[in-house]
């Protein structure tokens, strides 16, 4: 079959490449010149099944109204702003804060992380990929024993739904990763040995290439327009240069797949939640981590990618605006300092902001549409690498006729309209 893919960021390209694999005749169209050079650029790098726990939940409404005034809290969101989108997603954020909606949302991201996880394994030794990767899995430290209790009752749900965790002493932590050694308010850690880290951005460049030895076409610099239809199927995608009538569409425009198909009628609650990141030059290598490190309580993620550390973080709803607010920046470049004060001289701060494409339940939305021949891969929000090649393994599962490899319960557009 004929099919474009609609965005060249870590999504479309996966969902392009196993498209190809399957057999198909597949165009990508992109605005930017690259592939990956909007939000899936300068990520925090990790593969992380074990941050499946979402968004939502119930003491986030309360700690969100308390950080609402400090401009450089960890998640910034303006309920005064005149955005009616937020709002509306705002509502359905709130239903999905209690417990029972957490274990169902957490499931159903776990599994797709942890299937994406292995089919990330199988391409990386199907193709010997190469993107900085590091697979010495992800260590979550605490810094006070109340966090920490927190973070092993998470543990304990993950665990009962396939994610397994170790639960180290602080100094097991320093042991597991001796950069550790200047933490002096460690509590304890939880390890997921099987997770990992790596360049998204060099990731996608890298399968790119692949996908364009299996004979994907990457239209870059070309803005998409608009879709039309004619009773079930999407029939045209207008350009600004082009006019395309495939048989299959994938949709895999991040945050800009609302605005993209609400002509259509569909009704898309993914808003923006932007987000910042740091890479700096590694000046002394054993000081800075080569385990991929989350700080649960500064809300932060440190990754090693070859010479240089990337530390990511913060979450602000403010509509779609990627603009770099040095106040945001700021706790970065502080937090990096304190953890691992030898790993840079932080004098070059290559500082960056992305728009994580968020759903109020924090699972990406997956599968087709009421267009026969439209299907959906965005709204991966925190965890599109992480999901990236697991969701594009079941979208061509899909488009071939094949079942896919999980269960596709909750994971699609229609769990939003009851
Ligand atoms: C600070 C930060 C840290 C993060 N850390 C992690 C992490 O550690 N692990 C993890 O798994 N995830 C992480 N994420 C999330 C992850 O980066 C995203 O979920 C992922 O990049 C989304 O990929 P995507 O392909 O859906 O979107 P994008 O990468 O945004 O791709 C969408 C593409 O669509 C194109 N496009 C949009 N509109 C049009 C148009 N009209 N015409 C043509 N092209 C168009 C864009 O140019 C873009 O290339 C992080 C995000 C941020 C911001």
């Known amino acids: ?47 992380s099944a074990c941050h499946a726990k979402p968004w939502a939940g119930p003491g986030v409404p309360s700690q969100a109204f308390r950080w609402m005034f400090a401009p450089d809290a960890p998640l910034l969101f303006k309920p005064w702003r005149w955005d009616p989108s937020l709002w509306k997603w705002g509502m359905r954020f709130l239903r999905n ?3 029972t909606r957490v274990r169902i949302n957490m499931d159903r991201t776990l599994r797709v992380a942890l299937y994406s996880r292995a089919v990330l394994k199988a391409l990386r030794q199907h193709t010997n990929i190469q993107y900085a990767q590091e ?12 966090s ?7 543990a304990a749900e993950l665990a009962s739904l396939g994610l397994s965790q170790d639960v180290l002493t602080a100094a097991e932590c320093v042991a ?15 390890m997921s040995p099987e997770d990992e880290s790596g360049d998204a951005h060099r990731f996608t460049e890298e399968l790119a290439t692949l996908a ?11 803005t998409i327009r608009s879709l039309s239809a004619h009773g079930r199927a999407v029939t045209d995608i207008i350009t600004d240069r082009d006019r395309y009538t495939p048989d299959g569409i994938v949709v895999c425009l991040g945050s800009y797949a609302p605005a993209m198909l609400r002509p259509l009628g569909l009704d898309l609650p993914i808003y923006p939640a932007k987000g910042y990141s740091i890479t700096v030059d590694i000046a002394q290598e054993n000081a800075a981590p080569r385990v991929s490190i989350t700080d649960e309580t500064r809300y932060m993620v440190f990754s090693r990618l070859g010479h240089r550390m990337r530390v990511a973080g913060t979450a602000e709803l403010a509509g779609w605006d990627a603009s770099l607010n040095p106040v945001r920046v700021e706790p970065l470049v502080r937090n990096a300092r304190e953890l691992f ?59 071939s006729g094949r079942a ?12 939003f309209s009851s």
């Not at 920490?148 to 998470?154: L, N, P, S, V």
Request: proline share 4%; net charge negative; hydrophobic share 40%.
């Open 212 to 222: 364009g030895n299996l004979g994907v076409v990457f239209r870059y610099g070309e």
């Open 148 to 154: 920490f209790a927190e973070g092993r009752a998470t």
């Open 97 to 99: 804060c209690t417990d």
């Open 1 to 47: 079959m004929k099919i474009v893919v609609l965005g060249a960021g870590v999504v479309g390209t996966t969902t392009a490449y196993f498209l190809a694999e399957a057999g198909h005749e597949v165009v990508v169209i992109d605005r930017q010149a690259g592939p990956g050079l909007e939000t899936s650029f300068a990520n925090g790098a990790q593969i």
């Open 404 to 415: 896919p490899e999980i269960d596709m319960t909750g994971l699609g557009l229609d769990r």
């Open 176 to 190: 597991a990763e001796p950069a550790l050694r200047d933490a002096h308010t460690l509590a304890g850690g939880l």
């Open 135 to 146: 697979l010495r899995g992800i260590l979550h430290i605490y810094r006070s024993a109340d």
């Open 341 to 399: 004060p030898h790993a840079s001289d932080y004098s070059s701060v290559n500082a960056w902001a992305g728009l994580r494409p968020a759903t109020p339940d924090s699972v990406p939305i997956i599968g087709g549409t009421r267009y026969d021949n439209l299907f959906l891969n965005t709204g991966h929000g925190t965890l599109g690498w992480t999901m990236a090649c697991g969701s594009a393994k079941v979208i061509a599962d899909l488009i």
